[in-house]
């Protein structure tokens, strides 16, 4: 007779889609799979560290079937019992608005064993890639952290605190409502302050878009910008080596613009 494997949860971050920014110990967890459940912005190469697992992509994505959440916990929970050891790979960090935490609490509700490890998040290994850093001294004191849709779908309110105050914004799933954004964070003064869009980053499709809250949305447009994006607002932006010559002209073209009105 064959005994049966126990049945475990490993949720593991698979970082920003740059195939080398997951982590040793997650690396290790795949290795150690029976099972792999795995996400649309997961780079597929990972897969490559879990040979001998099933791989079950419950991602969304286009002409495929669409798992509601519910489905997926199922599918975790009875791949689990089935085969052993699931690991349930998403992308970026998954307690970063990536529901790492329903699944973790559904998972546990059947008395299976469950693991975290942590993923280097998109929200802040995006705007890193490119020079950004986050927070810095003198420059910015925090940063928040926003969905541009809550789950009704709405803008969440919270931008509308964040464009009152001086910290960074970095949001998240928002390219939609980019208009209401920008708009909020122009009610409160912000029309100069700089903004990157970054589409796919760290991975070989990355793009972006650079300007200021009162022109992003029309940068975004000129250069087809669309998801997966993050938006980061505040002065961190212009600080990175990469875009500071960028932020240089538009100073000096606001500087002759005054000169020839004077
Ligand atoms: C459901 S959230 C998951 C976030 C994830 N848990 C994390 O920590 O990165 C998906 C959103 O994250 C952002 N995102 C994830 N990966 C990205 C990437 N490589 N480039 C730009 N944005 C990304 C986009 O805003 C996307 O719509």
Not at 92 to 102: A, L, Q, S, T, W
Not at 210 to 229: M, N, R, Y
Request: net charge negative; glycine share 8%; charged share 25%.
């Amino acid at each position: 007779m064959t005994h049966k494997k126990q049945a475990k949860v490993t949720l593991v971050g698979a970082g920003p889609g740059d195939v080398d920014l997951i982590t040793v110990k997650g690396v290790k967890a795949l290795a150690s799979a029976d099972v792999v459940l795995y996400d649309a912005l997961i780079n597929r190469e990972l897969l490559d560290y879990a040979p001998n697992a099933i791989k079950i992509f419950v991602g969304k994505r286009k002409d495929f079937h669409r798992y509601s959440q519910d489905e997926i916990n199922e599918i975790i929970v009875k791949n689990a019992f089935e085969h052993g050891h699931v690991v349930r790979l998403k992308g970026g960090d998954p307690f970063v608005f990536g529901r790492g935490g329903e699944e973790i609490d559904y998972v546990e509700s059947f008395g299976i064993e469950t693991q975290v490890i942590s993923g280097i998040s998109s929200s802040i290994s995006v705007p890193a890639n490119l020079g950004v850093s986050l927070t810095k001294r003198g420059v910015s004191e925090s940063l928040w952290i926003i969905t541009g849709t809550t789950s009704a779908r709405q803008l969440s309110d919270d931008v509308r605190l964040a464009a009152q105050s001086s910290a960074t914004v970095v949001i998240l799933m928002g390219m939609s409502k980019l208009s209401e954004i920008t708009d909020l964070f122009k009610e409160h003064g912000k029309s100069k302050t700089p903004t990157v869009i970054i589409q796919n980053g760290c991975t070989e499709n990355e793009q972006v878009g650079l300007g200021t809250v009162d022109t992003i949305v029309e940068v975004v447009a000129d250069k087809g910008l669309s998801s997966p994006a993050i938006i980061v607002i505040g002065e961190v932006v212009k600080e990175s080596v990469k875009f500071r010559s960028f932020f240089e002209e538009i100073n000096q073209q606001v500087i002759e613009k005054q000169r020839n009105l004077s």
